[in-house]
């Protein structure tokens, strides 16, 4: 279930953009840290892969910073735990 829901993912925000096969790495790179740091899941009551994984919602809210990725395609706040 979780790791087909994120090459799922992957797999639809991938087919946006034209990579080259020597950026890839670095782009995958940014797609986890987007995943799991900054996208709310809904099956995670809104929390991200990392605060489940550290056992708590992050705290920081008002250190919030916008990111964006990929043009535009990855996108939202990263919360500092």
């Known amino acids: 279930g979780r790791i087909e829901r ?3 993912t ?13 950026q890839l790495q670095h782009e995958l790179e940014i797609y ?11 099956n995670l009551n809104g929390l ?3 605060e489940i994984w550290l056992g708590r919602p992050s705290k920081n809210q008002h250190h919030a910073s916008w990111v ?4 535009g395609v990855l996108c ?3 919360v500092p735990g």
């Open 48 to 50: 991200t892969p990392a």
């Open 32 to 42: 986890r840290s987007w995943y799991n740091h900054v996208r709310p899941h809904q």
């Open 76 to 78: 939202g706040y990263y």
């Open 68 to 71: 964006s990725a990929w043009h």
């Open 10 to 22: 992957f797999k639809q925000m991938f087919r946006q953009l034209d990579f080259n096969g020597c």
């Open 6 to 8: 994120f090459f799922g």
